[in-house]
Every structure is written in structure tokens, then in C-alpha cells.
């Protein structure tokens, strides 16, 4: 019985916690609204929907890899690389919707997670303090790197459609953490 209510709690815990990080329609818009009156442009996690948008590797959009992720800013140490679709899962799979990013730094609940509203892959990631799950947890030294392309975009085990990246252990400063996704469920 504990641990069923352990497993429970852990779960509601990691369900509220992936979105504690996440702007409201007004911190967008304020966002939004600052970064024209300075004439710069719209960073990549202040979205018009809200969410946090990827952007491509085909120069389709601005080169944002350091504001991807919920709330992500530039300073800090972060992980930071490339997801990709297997070649052999082209076609099999439509490489647009949401991946989660998620950082371990052992057994449990995730220490980092990141929600990408993607349209195209490959996508380039960064993880860093800003998607720590638990307040005050430290993001820092050696930890695997997981992504999972979600057909729902809900989270919870893979459902078919889903399709599952490489664990890649590294450390945190490592820009060059590259995923690829390909293990389809």
C-alpha cells in the first residue's frame, strides 16, 4: 500500500511539476510586448500560444537554442543538444507535436523536464536551473538526457505512436547532447 501511494504521488508530482515552469497568456503577451517596443526579437519560449515552440535546423526560424525550453534563459549552466529522427522511421512517423526532454540524475522522478512544441525535426534542446522540477534541487554534474516524441502530448508511459531517443549520459555544460529518436512504440 505505501508504495502505491508513493507511485501515486510521484506521479501527480511529476504531472504538476512539468508545468510550473510554463508562461500564462499574459506573461506572453508582456513578453511579447517588451521585446517590440526594444525592437528585438520575440525569443523562442514566449510563443504566442503560450507554449514553447523549437525551432528547426533548416533556418526556418531564429537560431533560439538557448530559449527553448519552459522559461529557459540564457545564463546558467545548461545541457544543450540536437534531436533527431531515426532515418529508418522516416515516414513512419510524423516528426511534428510534443517531445518532452527529461533529465536524470539517478533513480526517481526527473530532475529537468522540458515540453517542445515541435513542427519539423531535427530540434535543437536546452535544459538548465530554469526546468529543475523541484525548487531548490540543483542542476548540476552527471546526468542521462532522454526525449520522447509524444503522438498525444500527454504525459504518462509510451503509448503506440510514441516514439522514445537514446539515453545519453553527460554533464552539465555539454552543448553538443544529441538525441535520436528511435525507438517507436
Known sequence: MGTRILSVGLVGFFLTGCNQNFRGPEEVRAARARAQAQGQPLPASTAPDGGSH????????????????????????????????????????????VIYVIARNGPGPPLAVARLQVESLPVRFRLSADNVMMPGAAFEGSMTVSARLDADGAVGQPQPGDVDGSSIAVSVGAQNADIVLSQLH
Open 54 to 97: 523549437a525551432t528547426t535546423l533548416d533556418g526556418s526560424s531564429p537560431p533560439a537554442a538557448p530559449g527553448l525550453g519552459p522559461a529557459a534563459t540564457e545564463s546558467g549552466p545548461s545541457i544543450a543538444g540536437t534531436i533527431s529522427l531515426a532515418p529508418e522511421l522516416a515516414g513512419k512517423v510524423q516528426p511534428a507535436g
